[in-house]
């Protein structure tokens, strides 16, 4: 592999050098013919001469580039990335093998001698190519699976049986997806390529970045996975895939700054600012200004905080997505966070002319939640509750026992959710109803509260009927049933609420 | 969607309050902010001083001249967390209290180091400053902190 890759260290310059001398002599010794023995006008043999020393140079450059492109091949590029498990090295980008470190070369040249080792053992026992083939590829730190057009693995290397962290007898003979649970980032994946590929040419390369392979447990590797397939004359399709694992560096993108999360923290930014100079108005002004004026800045007020509001849906979206959505659950009586959470939403059903009316059994089971988070569940259902019914009346709130869980209604007499769109309610930025242009949302508050339910253990429903109202509920679990799940807080004086937190009596002197 | 609430429109009443000899530290590389905080603090009695940087905010800190410190963590220089991490090695027995007000939202890896090293941790864009300064008056009065302070309504 080392002669492989030192060509294109060393020559490159070299040869781009030929390349050049040659395409400028044949231009040379075309403009001497021409002008000595066809003797056209020098003009005409400077044109032609020209042309043929870019002709010339063109096609001696293409051969030139296939041959660097030949030797970086699928194998080069898999033994490269199979050096990842030496952390000490300093690594190439597995696109820029050109010019690879003393170092890495050293090591790369570690590799070559294990293949070479495995090469010659295997030649001594006189086993067949085949067998040839398979003891490099089971040297090879790099997992790799070979396909059948049946979607069976055929064959998988020592690397791929241990990343899997399946038995071979679990992986050689399965059906591809049963054993490996991959889930790929946007719309191309494997089988879209695949499909593709039944009517493309017959040999191709794809690689794809940030495949997820899912395993027991929760656990998950990430990696870059490339494929590369041949067509044999009856359409069948042999497909080699070589997983470069890639799990700690994208996972530390997951956690340092998200693309997203720096992008909230850039709008928060000038939200701050903006949020705060309009507090300096709204406080040293107001003597000064008129009652129109006094409504419109509470308008941009308004506004600056439902942005900020939303900025954070933003973020809790994406966490939802990256499954990064953190609880802290905690023993809680439920009849004082409801009361608590109608209380904080009562002044703003009055200003709607509503009233919200709480019903709440006593004697419950104390609920494991997270309070912030059931706060925010709230919220959005008596929001929304509230947005949907235009006539003056109650907005219930009940809770009881249920099949062993907590259960927690909001029901409104407004105008309904049709039932042909009932199904989409709890999709993401998905807002159904027809007076969506009358009534303001950003179609996250259902998606966000069906999350926080689910990570909670619990399910979220509604049941309603056009004209006559909505029903939403949803369920939590009772303590003493989760109670061993929950990891005692070492910070209970902490206290926590959306937006930060504040360890109480921190600064109390006496 | 949390549902926008309704502010309450004050108006004009924000009253300037005597010099309550407490100093605040505000380690904020964004002028305006720093700006507006100090202003707000001020006017509540506070003694402010705003420094930009992680080195100069350190530096200061160490001196333990002050009570509250609000510590901003993407700083130019030693980052906010980085400044918290010193501050807690060498001078556990700091007078000051830490606030980190910040608009980066906590991740869960470094969320428990946090949690031990700091007193409070406000997102700046959900709070105005005057919101700020009362949950700073909690603090100092030894009031119990009202949760609804925190997320405000």
């Known amino acids: 592999m080392i002669t492989y890759l030192q060509p294109l260290r060393e020559s490159i310059w070299l040869k781009i050098i030929l390349v050049t001398l040659f395409s400028l002599l044949s231009g040379v010794i075309a403009y001497v013919i021409l002008t000595k023995y066809i003797t056209v006008s020098p003009y005409v043999a400077a044109c032609s001469s020209l042309a043929i020393t870019f002709i010339v140079s063109v096609i001696i450059s293409k051969r030139v580039a296939d041959q660097a492109m030949a030797s970086t091949n699928l194998l080069v590029r898999a033994l490269i990335i199979g050096l990842d498990d030496s952390p000490e090295i300093e690594k190439p980008d597995a696109k820029d093998i050109i010019k690879p470190s003393r170092e890495y070369l050293i090591k790369l040249a570690e590799r070559a001698m294990d293949i070479n080792v495995a090469i010659k053992s295997t030649n001594q026992a006189g086993l067949s190519k085949m067998h040839f083939y398979q003891a490099v590829a089971d040297s090879i730190a790099v997992p790799i699976i070979v396909v059948s057009s049946k979607q069976i693995i055929t064959y998988a290397n020592n690397a791929a049986i241990k990343y899997l962290e399946l038995s071979p007898e679990k992986i050689i003979g399965q059906y ?73 560096h994208y996972e530390r993108d997951d956690h340092d700054l998200s693309f997203v999360s720096l992008a909230v923290h850039e709008l928060r930014t000038p939200l701050t600012i903006m949020r705060g100079y309009i507090e300096v108005f709204e406080d040293e002004l107001t003597e000064s200004l008129n009652s129109e004026q006094t409504e419109f800045m509470h308008n941009m007020s308004a506004s600056a905080q439902q942005l900020a509001a939303f900025v954070s849906s933003i973020l809790n979206v994406a966490r939802i997505e990256e499954n990064a959505l953190y609880l802290h659950l905690k023993e809680e009586n439920i009849k004082k966070v409801l009361e608590e959470a109608c209380k904080n939403m009562q002044l703003r059903a009055r200003v709607h002319d509503k009233n919200i009316v709480v019903n709440i059994d006593d004697n419950l089971p104390t609920v494991g939640i997270d309070k912030v988070s059931i706060f925010e569940v709230m919220n959005n259902l008596i929001d929304n509750a509230i947005k949907y019914t235009h006539t003056k009346e109650d907005i219930t709130v009940k809770t009881t026992l249920k099949d062993g869980m907590i259960e927690t209604t909001v029901s409104d007499n407004g105008i309904g959710i049709a039932s042909n769109v009932i199904g989409h309610v709890f999709d993401k930025f998905y807002r159904a109803h027809k007076s969506k242009n009358s009534i303001g949302g950003t179609g996250l508050g259902l998606y966000l509260s ?41 910070n209970k004086e902490i206290v926590r609420g959306a937006h930060g937190w504040i360890k109480n009596h921190t600064l109390y002197r006496g | 969607m949390v549902g926008l609430k309704t502010i309450r429109f004050t108006g004009g009443n924000m009253d300037i309050k005597e010099p309550n000899g407490i100093r605040i530290l505000c380690i904020e590389d964004e002028h305006f902010i720093s700006e507006l905080y100090a202003r707000a603090l001020r006017r509540a009695g506070y003694d402010v001083t705003t420094l930009v940087s992680g080195d100069d905010g350190l530096r200061a800190a160490q001196k333990d001249n002050y009570d509250i410190i609000m510590l901003d963590l993407m700083i130019p220089g030693m980052t906010g967390f980085e400044v918290l991490r010193e501050l807690n090695k060498h001078q556990p027995k700091l007078k000051a209290k830490i606030i980190i007000t910040t608009n980066l939202d906590q991740d869960e890896t470094s969320k428990d180091e946090i949690e031990k090293m700091a007193d409070g941790y406000l997102i700046k864009a959900e709070f105005t400053p005057r919101q700020l300064v009362t949950i700073i008056d909690d603090l100092v009065s030894g009031k119990n902190i009202n949760e609804s302070l925190i997320e405000p309504a």
């Open chain 1, 176 to 248: 591809f997806y049963d054993a490996c649970n991959l889930s790929f980032v946007g719309g191309s994946t494997l089988e879209s390529w695949l499909e593709s590929a039944k009517d493309g040419s017959n040999k191709q390369n794809e690689i794809w970045e940030r495949v997820r392979l899912n395993l027991a447990e929760d656990k998950r590797k990430q990696f870059d996975l490339a494929a590369h397939y041949i067509k044999d004359s009856d359409k069948d399709i042999e497909l080699t895939l070589a997983f470069f694992d890639r799990t700690l």
């Open chain 1, 450 to 490: 069906k999350a926080i339910i689910d990570a909670h253990g619990g399910t979220i429903w509604v049941k309603s009927k056009e004209d006559q109202g909505s029903t939403f509920g949803f369920t939590v679990p009772i303590y003493s049933d989760i109670a061993s799940q929950i990891k005692d807080s070492q």
